[in-house]
């Protein structure tokens, strides 16, 4: 190449720039929607550029392992390790705040089990009174993210791992979409304010459809969803740009607008008629039924003991998922996720307690749900008082989030969360699938690890004894102290 021609060249790129920032200057000045770039030019555009990079050079460079926010690097860290099948072991030393306000810490045993004690976890039954009972196998399953929500292959992936790991998959409120049924896993069929699935006419049930539904073997419960911890008072939400033909087709509904769910259940107003609805998805499906609700205050379980006296038993839940507020989704208002609802750890205590007072804990199960992605959170959920724990984020991390925080928006670089097939591509669901199963192996496994250190054989026999909770002293309390079953109000 000539030198005449390279200087050709240069000189052409420097018009081309000058061009375009006389371009850029003139648009910046003539516009009235940005104050800044109006006042300030071109310079005034890199402020929007660092303000969007900002939260990933925070993610990479600069937030400490314990620092992020809604889950930090160490947690992220640890169930991509887990799902990979690697050793939970760590060396030198923890790099949690052990003082930190508020955190749990479990109290060890002097003489702890040998590894001959040791015992299976033995989950109870669910539903013991329907005609079809269901028999979990696992204490740790997959909570509610509907198809739409998350992706075709991200879905497939979580039915292949769960068939694999032997925990249940719950469907979300997104209705029964093929992909649910890749595998032969047990499936949890939610049905959401919108009743996507069994819909009739104004959200109201389709009793005919709820049969045929039921009449499916891999569907083992039925989970009435009144609130989710990241928006309750709100129902679903699906932005428009995220439905596809497919998803319109599995919901019934149309294209081309959000997929909004009624606030509640527009057929379902008090405690009574909850009552009615539960004791009529009993004797139609015949299986196990049960209410995924945010706690903060005891109003619903007094109320459903209330209306049990007077209306007898039939319309009680078979189980309460209990939903912290620090719960995940897809799309939330912010004030509703930043601001309503008690975070798990007090609401599963209040839900556990009434239940207790009312005498109602023996045949009704408890399920956790709410940013239990790691074995201390699942521990501290049974020792609590739960029954089984599920997560969604989790399993989230498993497939290969990476908290973009793009969810929203159809542009999830991994694919879980988007309906781009060019996106989708990265997502494999054999090998993603085997991830999930390894997740649900090695956190049961660690909070075996748990329990045996407390001194008991099984995960199942850990008490709000084994755990004491950090003080604004410094010192720890007894949990157990600090809340005992029945007394908190």
Not at 151 to 176: H, Q, V, Y
Not at 195 to 210: E, F, H, I, N, P
Not at 433 to 447: G, K, P
């Amino acid at each position: 190449m000539s030198f005449d021609l390279v200087n050709s060249l240069f000189a052409l790129l420097i018009v081309a720039i000058l061009a375009g920032t006389v371009v850029l200057y003139a648009l910046d000045v003539m516009q009235n929607e940005d104050a800044i770039r109006r006042n300030y030019p071109i310079i005034g555009r890199f402020r929007g550029l660092f303000t969007t990079l900002g939260e990933f050079f925070r993610q990479y460079f600069f937030a400490m392992d314990r620092e992020e926010l809604p889950f930090n690097r160490a947690e992220r860290d640890w169930v991509d390790h887990a799902s990979d099948g690697g050793k939970s072991t760590v060396a030198f030393g923890s790099t949690k705040q052990m003082s930190a306000v508020g955190n749990a810490i479990f109290v060890n045993a002097s003489f702890p089990p040998l590894a001959h004690e040791f015992e299976a976890a033995h989950p109870t039954v669910i539903g013991p009174d329907a005609d079809q009972p269901f028999h979990p196998r696992s204490l740790f399953n997959i909570s509610g993210m509907s198809y739409g929500a998350l992706s075709a292959p991200a879905i497939e992936a979580l039915s292949r791992g769960a068939a694999k790991a032997g925990c249940w998959l719950n469907t979300g409120e997104g209705a029964l979409a093929p992909m649910h049924e890749a595998a032969d896993a047990d499936l949890v069929f939610q049905i959401g304010t919108a009743k996507y699935g069994v819909q009739g006419d104004g959200a109201t049930m389709d009793w005919d459809k709820l049969r045929t539904l039921a009449a499916n073997p891999r569907i083992k419960m039925f989970e009435l969803k009144l609130a989710q911890g990241a928006k309750p008072g709100k129902g679903g939400i699906l932005p428009a740009r995220k439905i596809n033909e497919d998803i319109a087709q599995v919901r019934g509904i149309p294209m081309g607008q959000a997929s909004i769910s009624p606030s509640r259940h527009t057929d379902i107003a008090n405690h009574s008629e909850l009552h009615a609805m539960i004791a009529r998805m009993k004797a139609v499906t015949g299986k196990p039924v049960g209410i995924k609700i945010v706690v903060s205050s005891t109003e619903l379980i007094d109320g459903l003991s209330q209306s049990a006296a007077a209306l007898g038993t039939e319309g009680l839940p078979d189980f309460i998922t209990v939903d912290g507020g620090d719960g995940g989704t897809g799309a939330s208002p912010m004030p509703l996720m930043d601001n309503v609802g008690l975070p798990l750890r007090e609401a599963l205590v209040l839900a556990v307690d009434a239940l207790n007072r009312h005498g109602l804990r023996e045949r009704i199960r408890v399920i956790a749900s709410g940013k239990l992605v790691t074995p201390s959170g699942v521990a501290l959920a049974l020792a609590t008082g739960a029954d089984f724990v599920v997560s969604a984020r989790g399993f989230m991390f498993a497939l290969g989030c990476i908290q973009a925080m793009k969810c929203n928006k159809n542009t999830c670089p991994t694919g879980i969360t988007t309906h781009n097939p060019r996106l989708q591509e990265g997502l494999d669901p054999t090998d993603k699938a085997e991830r999930v199963a390894q997740y649900v192996a090695s956190v049961n496994e660690d909070v075996a690890t748990i329990a045996h250190s407390c001194g008991v054989p099984n995960p199942q026999d850990l008490a709000r004894k084994h755990v004491r909770i950090v003080q604004p002293d410094g010192t720890s309390r007894s949990f157990a102290d600090l809340y005992r079953a029945g007394s908190f109000d």
